[in-house]
């Protein structure tokens, strides 16, 4: 099992920055990638950014390319996601994600944190 808390979620204004956080636990070494999506009021879950734990891709929603940035530290088991120029479209509930990939795939999800950004 995974367990992912996210933190650092709330209200900004149009332009300013948020940084999310991401602790994980648990078999995290079985993971094959690990991100963050978002989900609007009356709209799909999207993919925000995610990688691939053995060191490759890093893979950005094109809204968000440029202003967001994937990052972790293996040594606290924390995934962050600094988002700077915030746009009102950016507001939704972030939600940290941890997948193993194949067969078996499987899907871990944190309980979400929501970030608001007035105009």
């Known amino acids: 099992q995974v367990q992912l808390v996210e933190s650092g979620g709330g209200l900004v204004q149009a332009g300013e920055s948020l940084r999310l956080s991401c602790a994980a636990s648990?078999?995290?070494?079985?993971?094959?990638?690990m991100g963050w999506y978002r989900q609007a009021p009356g709209k799909q879950r999207e993919l925000v950014a995610t990688?691939?734990?053995?060191?490759?891709?890093?893979n950005y929603a094109g809204s968000v390319k440029g202003r967001f940035t994937i990052s972790r530290d293996n040594a606290k088991n924390t995934l962050y996601l600094q988002m700077n120029n915030l746009k009102p479209g950016d507001t939704g509930v972030y939600y940290c994600?941890?997948?193993?990939?194949?067969?078996?795939?499987?899907?871990?999800w944190g309980q979400g944190t929501q970030v608001t950004v007035s105009s």
């Open positions: 990688f691939t734990t053995n060191g490759g891709s890093i």
């Open positions: 994600n941890g997948q193993i990939r194949g067969y078996f795939r499987k899907d871990y």
């Open positions: 648990g078999s995290i070494s079985r993971l094959d990638t």
